[in-house]
Structure formats: C-alpha cells, structure tokens
C-alpha cells in the first residue's frame, strides 16, 4: 500500500509541476506573408530560447526566404531584438514544422517577447 501512495504522489507531482509555466502555452502570430502557428517556446538554456511550431505560407507563391525578428523583454525594460529565424523555401499555402529555432536572451530573464517579420523573398 506505501508503494502505491508512494507512485501515486510521484505521479501527481510530475503532472502538477513544471519549472517553464508557458510551457503547456502556445502562441500563433499572423504575419501578413506568413503565420507562425502553435508556437511553444521552451525554458532557457544556456543563454537561449528555442522556439518549435509551424510556419505556413500565406501567399499563392513560393517563399524562398522569410526571417522573422525575435524580441524579448525583462519586466520593466522595452523590448530588445534577442534575435532572427530564417525559413527557406516554402510553397504556396504550405505548412511546415520547425524546431529548434534559438534566440539568445542573455540576461533577461520574463518570456514577454513578440515577432515580427522582417524580410520576406517571394519568388518571380
């Protein structure tokens, strides 16, 4: 019967607990040519953020290039750009995963960031 209610706190612990509160949180951002979707950002390591989600083209042709500028901020500071993700080659209306984008943060410490796009290469 200990090993039962010992499993059982164990498991409710791993449940309840997590050390990145937006983990479970996903973001969406439409960006005229292109939308980030379910968007998740994970804890800091080592310095830096890693973004996973799905880029899709909103146009009717193909991206070669679109870069999205990432910025983030500390509670009582402005926004600082942390950094740039770079999508190659997407085609019309398509969706595509991506993961293990990084951005480093430094020293900040909140995970208030927003996106915004900052270069867009369209095919002719």
Not at 97 to 120: A, C, M, P, R, Y
């Amino acid at each position: 019967m200990k090993k039962i209610v010992f499993l059982f706190f164990i498991l409710s612990f791993i449940s309840f607990s997590s050390s990145n509160p937006f983990s479970h949180h996903s973001y969406n951002f439409s960006l005229d040519k292109v939308s980030l979707l379910n968007v998740k950002l994970s804890e800091k390591i080592g310095g830096r953020k890693y973004f996973e989600g799905i880029i899709k083209n909103n146009t009717d042709k193909k991206i070669v290039k679109a870069e999205v500028t990432v910025m983030f901020k500390d509670k009582n500071t402005p926004y600082h750009v942390v950094g740039k993700m770079n999508f190659y080659n997407l085609n019309p209306n398509e969706r595509s995963t991506f993961f293990g984008q990084s951005v480093h943060v430094n020293n900040i410490k909140g995970d208030d960031f927003k996106v915004k796009l900052s270069e867009v290469i369209i095919e002719k």
